[in-house]
């Protein structure tokens, strides 16, 4: 059960948008419709951003949206905002209840 | 609202066992969902190390299934995580959050152990 691959970091300047990728095998993000990303700012837990590839709970902006194309997880954060500079991070199901994460994105509004 | 929050100590020796606690308010556990378990080494990203049905059934990362143990107390709503033989490596964050499908909605603020004689 390997992380998922995330690039490490991404940046854009304020009103720009950003896209994280995660990818992983058809064994995880490519088999299941069950990927979810987290957003955590320094010492604090991760919070809950997108779930099963592109729901947004309630209270996330609807500037984070998430999509998938075959093995390849994505998160798109548009109008970015200095409060959107946090660590990102994908999860997904793995089959028989198990679960992975991605490797990390650090955000970076410019 | 549902709230989780990790008790346990905060530094445990080399080779001895890690336990700790989540418990579990604004909810019943026995009412569904599973339970997990997420840490995070410092300055490293974040690790699944398994997960609990409220009926008791567990899943294990399968890199450290062999010293990881995690149990579900429903009349106390709350459960646990014990990881042995612990070396300095363990030494992260401790998460406990609830799970479904790897959906994790709500965390509990998280717990550093130390693993340091």
């Known amino acids: 059960q390997s992380a998922l691959t995330q690039p490490p970091s991404a940046s854009g300047s304020p009103g720009q948008s950003v896209t994280i990728s995660c990818t992983g095998t058809s064994s995880d993000v490519g088999g299941y419709n069950y990927v979810s990303w987290y957003q955590q700012r320094p010492g604090k837990a991760p919070k809950l951003m997108i779930y099963e590839v592109s729901r947004r709970p309630s209270g996330v902006p609807d500037r984070f949206s998430g999509s998938k194309s075959g093995n390849t997880a994505s998160l798109t954060v548009s109008g970015l905002q200095p409060d959107d500079e946090a660590d990102y991070y994908c999860?997904?199901?793995?089959?028989?209840?198990?679960?992975?994460f991605g490797t990390g994105t650090k955000v970076t509004v410019l | 609202q549902v709230k989780l929050q990790e008790s346990g100590p905060g530094l445990v020796k080399p080779s001895e066992t890690l336990s700790l606690t989540c418990i579990v308010s604004?909810?019943?556990?026995?009412?569904?969902?599973?339970w997990g378990w997420i840490r995070q080494p410092p300055g490293k990203g974040l690790e699944w190390i398994g997960s609990i049905h409220h009926s008791g059934s567990t899943y294990y990362n399968p890199s450290l299934k062999s010293r990881v143990t995690i149990s579900v107390d429903t009349s106390k709503n709350q459960f646990s995580l014990k990881l042995s033989s612990v070396t300095a490596a363990d030494t992260a964050v401790y998460y406990c959050?609830?799970?479904?499908?790897?959906?994790?909605?709500?965390w509990g603020q998280g717990a550093l152990v130390t693993v340091s004689s």
């Open positions: 604004g909810y019943s556990i026995s009412s569904g969902y599973y």
């Open positions: 999860s997904s199901y793995a089959g028989s209840n198990m679960g992975v």
């Open positions: 959050a609830r799970d479904l499908m790897t959906t994790r909605d709500y």
